[in-house]
């Protein structure tokens, strides 16, 4: 039976994320001795193949969390650089593309207000 890439890649994933539970469960003091021996216990009934389809599956949940969760930390310091360098920008005086964009769009307002004023001016005379 040949085993995928993809699938190797996401038990190493799954195996990393099974070792970094346990590591959580033993520092926060989660130590359910009739759990994990319930644990163990299943553990043992499974075979190779289903351990290892176990831990893809893991590994696959944990890539997508991982992935997730990535984008939201580049937002937050994505934003966090735009309003930083808008500080600096406005402190020293240098307009931003944002700036420049609203200032576009309330001359495009005023262009069409004076068209809209002239041609109402030509009806009433």
Not at 7 to 36: H, N
């Amino acid at each position: 039976m040949a085993l995928e890439i993809d699938k190797l890649g996401y038990a190493g994933i799954g195996l990393v994320a099974k070792m970094q539970d346990l590591i959580e469960d033993f520092i926060e003091g989660r130590d359910d001795e009739e759990v994990d021996a319930e644990v163990a216990e299943e553990e043992e009934e499974k075979n190779f193949q289903e351990k290892f389809d176990a831990l893809v599956e893991l590994g696959e949940e944990r890539y997508d969390e991982w992935i997730e969760k990535s984008k939201e930390e580049k937002e937050k310091i994505t934003d966090k650089i735009s309003e930083r360098t808008s500080k600096v920008f406005s402190e020293i005086g240098l307009v931003t593309k944002e700036d420049i964009e609203e200032l576009e769009a309330k001359i495009a307002k005023l262009q069409r207000a004076v068209k809209k004023a002239a041609a109402s001016a030509k009806k009433d005379a």
